[in-house]
């Protein structure tokens, strides 16, 4: 396969009453910790077993065997579009996660406000974790900065974060990053990474002077550390490729983000795994696919923290009868990526995966775990065919060929 | 994987002794009815179950997971021709099936026979089913049309149905179809749907008129509908890729279409599978690869006849011994893709897949079902890379590289 034939799905798409609803548990799979046994062979998660049992199952390759994926990349390869050819950088994510509207050719990147000494040493990358009402202070401060006709958009984010879109003719994202990483040291120069970026990395530097001498005396937020610099690429929408009405539900900003950019309705929601299910069902009747969102068990494992992982694994069992009780068509539980926290960081291994409805055929496995998933009857595919099987499984494709 | 390497396959590829039989049961796959059993599962098939456990198995995607294929590109998969370069429309495979002589250019296309009322509108689209006799008949009156030096060579096929063929330079396929698929509609009007076809578009236009003229007084075939139209591509065929002396053994024109387009020699066989299976046993000594396909499971699955396909199922069976007395050095089990009795139609589910040799390797599939299949030694892939491995296990393939 064949991302050609991905590519060209909307000739076989046809729009159906049948609803789809695709539930993304981040960072769902792991590794054994010392008990021998993974986040989801420890949760107790019986209705996920008992889905797995009445479904067929499989593991999926986010990118292709060892391959580590950023959210992004996982992302969109779980949505079907091939992230070898759309590339999405993290500053991109970040905007598009604030509802900031992104115009086609804009420059985002990721800033944290930080905390410089007299001698230009970053001593806080964080600028004491300020709070996000501080940030918005900060923020006004930069507004209306403008280098040589590109304009600079400065948004607070959440906490230190904020989020610059550079908006103007000939920008490139070939861009080093300015952040040293470490405390101590001083913010790196940016440094132009390919043949196109000269001009953008002069008036980005240009910028970080301007902001330097407008945070002069803004203590502790007195200087911005750059990195993850992306340029606005249109993605084909989920409507354009799938013919589906689609909606996303995700507490997380990057993950809307994300979801916008194929094209999808992005439900407003609080910040819970109930306020999440529970937006999925005052919504079932007006969208056809459904993005479901769950961040907690990819920030557990990312904090190493087994037990807390296994604790929200559990808390997503619990969401399970309610939900099939919606009666989707096709219902996927599956994972981004795995994060094991042994490894306390996004992995390479395979992600589960359940697909349920009427027409998916059957295999023996019992148990929603990495081990049984591997020996379902979906085998082990790349996470790029997820949709496709989403859609034939909702009778959603037509026939290729004669 | 990774087309590249089989479009340069006849590098590798050389001539030897061994034989290969690929037997392609069509539409052989399924998924559990009200019983909970798939039709495979269901049959009484000792001798395939016997086979499976003494070869290696496994799961085919046609073209990839989720995509329902036609039976022309899941043929050509099979044969190991990637369908999403080689595309072969209805009409081609319909010429084809016929022993039509097609020329590079050509473009054919389907006919139904049919009756129009004095009014133009369509009130049987297949002229009361007529006998392919009178069929015969009515293309004579149809002989010799020519508009602008493209001659319009009608053939009948069996019963209502014909296939024209257009023979003249410059012709394309993209063309819109005549067939309103209702009884009580006027014929559709012919129109280019790309940039190249308005001129084709006039001529089978006026072909149509033609038709309508010749036809005036022929009730009840008085009308001719089109659908299909496919320009002739020429494949590398089983020679040149695959230094292979291929012969095929199909009972319906579609398929002999196909194989010959491979450039495998048809040979004359009777409607029945015993015809087939003596077939194969009459020619053994004359050709080292046999393609031999069984209709009547997909004709079975297609009607929705569950029990029907289990019944030809058992026969296939029942010939399987004496397949094995043949003693071909590679025998493959395998479909062209799932027809499903509960879906009525073909479909997107994996095929399962017996190879069987000297050294193909061992599992612990026990059973020819799809269940088992899945965690054969195979594992899951393309369809394409059937024709390698069936090679390779012949002992037919160089070592790549050094």
Chains 1, 2 share one sequence.
């Not at 803004?218 to 799938?242: T, V």
């Not at 013919?243 to 999808?264: D, F, H, Q, V």
Request: glycine share 10%; proline share 6%.
């Amino acid at each position: 396969m064949t991302n050609k034939l991905i590519e060209q799905i909307e000739q076989l798409a046809e729009t159906t009453d049948s609803k789809i609803v695709l539930l993304v548990v981040d960072g769902l799979s792991g590794i054994p910790d010392m008990s021998g046994k993974t986040e989801l062979e420890t949760a107790n998660i019986p209705n996920l077993d008992a889905l797995a049992k009445d479904s067929i199952c499989g593991v999926t390759d986010p990118i292709s065997p060892g391959i580590t994926p950023g959210s992004g990349p996982a992302h969109l390869s779980l949505f079907g579009y091939d992230p070898l050819d759309y590339k999405i950088g993290r500053g991109l994510l970040e905007a598009l996660g604030i509802d900031f509207p992104l115009e086609a050719g804009d420059l985002a990147v990721r800033g944290n406000l930080a905390t410089m000494d007299k001698n230009g040493r970053i001593t806080d990358r964080r600028a004491g974790r300020i709070s996000t009402e501080e940030n918005v202070k900060v923020c006004k401060l930069l507004e209306g900065i403008e280098i040589d006709g590109i304009k600079a958009l400065v948004k607070p984010v959440k906490d230190h974060r904020v989020v610059i879109v550079f908006r103007g003719k000939g920008l490139d994202d070939s861009l080093s990053e300015t952040d040293p990483q470490r405390e101590g040291l001083a913010p790196l120069p940016i440094k132009p990474l390919g043949p196109l970026a000269a001009e953008t990395a002069g008036i980005v530097t240009r910028f970080i002077e301007e902001v330097k001498k407008r945070l002069s005396h803004s203590f502790p937020a007195n200087m911005i550390l750059l990195r993850g610099f992306a340029k606005s690429q249109k993605l084909p929408s989920f409507q354009e490729r799938y013919k589906l009405n689609a909606a996303a539900i995700a507490s997380y900003p990057m993950y809307r983000g994300l979801a916008r950019l194929a094209g999808m309705e992005i439900l407003p929601v609080g910040g819970s795994l109930n306020d999440e299910f529970d937006c999925l069902k005052q919504n079932l009747d007006k969208y056809d696919f459904f993005y479901l969102h769950v961040k907690w068990t990819d920030s557990a494992g990312e904090d190493g923290n087994f037990k807390k992982k296994v604790a929200v694994l559990e808390e997503v069992d619990s969401y399970i009868p309610g939900l099939l009780e919606l009666n989707p068509d096709v219902l996927i539980v599956t994972g981004d990526h795995s994060t094991p926290a042994v490894l306390k960081g996004h992995s390479w291994h395979p992600v589960p995966i359940i697909l349920h409805g009427k027409y998916t055929g059957s295999d023996d496995v019992a148990r929603f775990s990495e081990k049984e998933c591997v020996r379902g009857g979906i085998g082990r595919i790349p996470a790029m065919q997820v949709m496709p099987l989403a859609m034939a499984n909702a009778l959603k494709l037509k026939k290729y060929g004669a």
